[in-house]
């Protein structure tokens, strides 16, 4: 049987990028038989600076999303990561078992501390963090987008040289890259780059809970380019391309349906085309999550429930763990 883990962090809110890449998939994942957990990695969060007040909104903003996505406690363990203390632990022993080198190599570390004049130390070992909530678990496969495979690559890595000096403790996992959108959804300003949280432009992302005038105002203001028509070509238009990825995420049509159906559309018609199907499509889920988070008491209490099951199971891990290592405690 399989162990599913995957995580998000809540720097911002949960955009369209992250939903159609990323969650949606979730949602499916759960339905199996498998052993599932989705964790809301706020340690990770914190690797930049971060508002307190704000932070302390947008986790229980992310719980509200997931669920309103269709993310379900009663199917899957969904928990935050800075209550449940082994992930800090663990990822102390895994680091230790890191080379400054590997880490220095990772692209997303080196496009993140490219923006900053200082370099935190918590960025350059974020993805040893990500290596300890994954094995915490024995998870086996890992949904992320493409952005992520090299950190679960070091997360595989890292079982393997901890097996080898400790004796057989993990399960090297692997990612699971699902849908044809994972990791690819691009911003709405900036075509080339993809869509996050962090962009400084909130008009590059669509977040969950835009109201529908903000959803058409955004897809309004997409960075396109001047051919009026209606054509994929992800290399020369970028903008366009983006948008029709997705027109197809939230429709379901095929790009060629799109084409077809978009001829005698200028780029600024189609724009509000694609607008009115994300708007429609977001609408069921806006107002769930409108919904969740007018009781913020009763979100905490699905955290909490979340993270006492996350608790018994690393407190096993980790216990394991620091017999293996050396490091003496009550047995
Ligand atoms: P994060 O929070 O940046 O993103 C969460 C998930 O969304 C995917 N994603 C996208 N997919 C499509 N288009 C986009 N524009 C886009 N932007 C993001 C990401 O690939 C990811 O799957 N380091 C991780 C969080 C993490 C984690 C973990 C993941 C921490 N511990 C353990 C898996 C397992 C991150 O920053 O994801």
């Known amino acids: ?155 595989s890595d890292l079982a393997r040289i901890f097996n080898k000096r400790f004796g057989q403790t993990f399960k090297a996992p692997q990612p699971l890259v699902l849908g044809q959108d994972a990791g690819r959804l691009r911003s709405l300003r900036q075509p080339t780059k993809k869509m996050s949280k962090s962009e400084p432009d909130a008009r590059g992302r669509v977040a969950l809970s835009d109201a529908p005038d903000v959803v058409r105002e955004k897809f309004k203001k997409a960075v396109t380019d001047f051919t009026t028509e209606v054509y994929y070509d992800p290399e020369a238009r970028p903008g366009v391309s983006n948008l029709m990825v997705i027109d197809r995420a939230v429709t379901g049509r095929t790009l060629e349906e799109i084409q077809a159906a978009s001829r005698g559309l200028t780029t600024a018609q189609y724009k509000l085309a694609v607008a009115e199907a994300v708007v429609e499509h977001l609408a069921p889920i806006r107002q769930r999550m409108n919904h969740l988070l007018q009781e913020p008491g009763h979100l905490d209490q699905i955290l909490e429930k979340g993270a006492e099951q996350a608790r018994e199971r690393a407190a096993k891990t980790w216990n394991a763990v620091r017999q293996k290592v050396g490091l003496l405690g009550k047995l």
């Open 1 to 155: 049987p399989r162990t599913i883990l995957s995580g998000i962090q809540p720097t911002g809110e949960l955009h369209l990028g992250n939903y159609l890449g990323a969650v949606r998939q979730w949602v499916q994942l759960q339905q199996g038989g498998d052993d599932v957990l989705f964790c809301v990695v706020d340690l990770h969060s914190i690797t930049l600076p971060q508002d307190p007040a704000t932070l302390h909104s947008h986790t229980l903003a992310m719980a509200a999303s997931l669920l309103a996505c269709g993310i379900d406690p009663g199917r899957a363990v969904v928990f935050q990561q800075s209550r449940v203390q082994e992930h800090t632990q663990l990822a102390w022993v895994l680091g230790c078992l890191t080379t400054m080198a590997r880490l220095g190599h990772l692209p997303q570390y080196k496009e993140k501390s490219a923006t900053q004049k200082e370099i935190p130390l918590g960025l350059y070992v974020y993805p040893v963090l990500q290596a300890a909530d994954i094995l915490l678990y024995h998870a086996t496969h890992v949904p992320v987008g493409e952005d992520q495979l090299q950190h679960i690559q070091l997360a």
